[in-house]
């Protein structure tokens, strides 16, 4: 049995991405199911289920506002020399500070420490398997190298995932989702929480 797993983090829509992004991977890395799409704004590991879902309790997110972002250029993640994903990098200043006000509240309301790693909203797209041939690293530093103009993307709910019961064919499972207020949703003195 998988070792437990969990996170936060907003569902990105495949339609508002660069056309033909996902394809576009090279052959051999594996894609991410559409649904599978996010960008994640807490990555609290293997807790138990209840220390998820305190979390997840921690905010009324329906009062919250829509963020707007933008997709940026092609990255890589993780061990810079083996990277563990291929993905973009997610622009806009409302979602970085979306990020870091939620992050470590969120991380402590699950009993994890801080994430003492700098905010670097993103979109993975697929995973490489964990022996990449030489072949496979030469052609996805070609994609790396890719460009698309940035496209505009509206982050409007926010999801607690763990692992899906269909892997591999989607990777992971929405537990509990909900769609934020709208662009007047600030107006509900709904602020940051606070130390």
Known sequence: MARPNWFIGLP???QELPAGILDSLPAGIQRFHAEDLHVTVAFLGPVAERA???AWSLQDWSRLPVLSAATGPRAAFGNPRRPSAYGLEIDGEA?????????DPLLEAAGRPPDPRSVRPHLTLGRPPRRLAATMRGRAREWLQGEQPPVPIRLDRIALYTWSDQRPRRQFARVRECGFGGPDAAADGVTAPTA
């Open 12 to 14: 990105v829509r495949a």
């Open 52 to 54: 998820a879902c305190a």
């Open 95 to 103: 979602l970085e500070r979306f990020v870091a006000d939620w992050r």
